[in-house]
């Protein structure tokens, strides 16, 4: 079955950086783009970033842009969230997304960035 772990939050200063992983098994993770959401309490559900399935083409939210990218390495079934210059409104659980008619979702890691 499709499984997604992601790991690599923590808590981390106001302008310091954090990089996530996501390790995929139960499908051919090289044919599919990948995405990373977060939500914070009492927030909707947003996208953080995406990738396309080689790896070509990404996209990401506006309030990231410039601060944070999204890698994968598929070898490895692996997508990468690395964040740079984070702020305390970065701070939200983390989550792992692939679309194969369904969505699936990891469990999600929280990130809190406080002082």
């Known amino acids: 079955q499709v499984q997604l772990v992601e790991s690599g939050g923590g808590l981390v200063q106001p302008g310091g950086s954090l990089r996530l992983s996501c390790t995929a098994s139960?499908?051919?993770?090289?044919?599919?783009?990948m995405r990373w959401y977060r939500q914070a309490p009492g927030n909707e559900r947003e996208l953080v970033a995406g990738i396309s399935p080689a790896g070509g083409r990404t996209n990401y939210g506006d309030s990231v842009k410039g601060r944070f990218t999204i890698s994968r390495d598929n070898p490895k079934n692996t997508v990468y969230l690395q964040m740079n210059s984070l702020k305390p409104d970065d701070t939200a659980v983390y989550y792992c997304?692939?679309?194969?008619?369904?969505?699936?979702w990891g469990q999600g890691t929280q990130v809190t960035v406080s002082s």
């Open positions: 139960g499908f051919t993770f090289r044919t599919f783009a």
């Open positions: 997304n692939t679309h194969l008619g369904t969505d699936y």
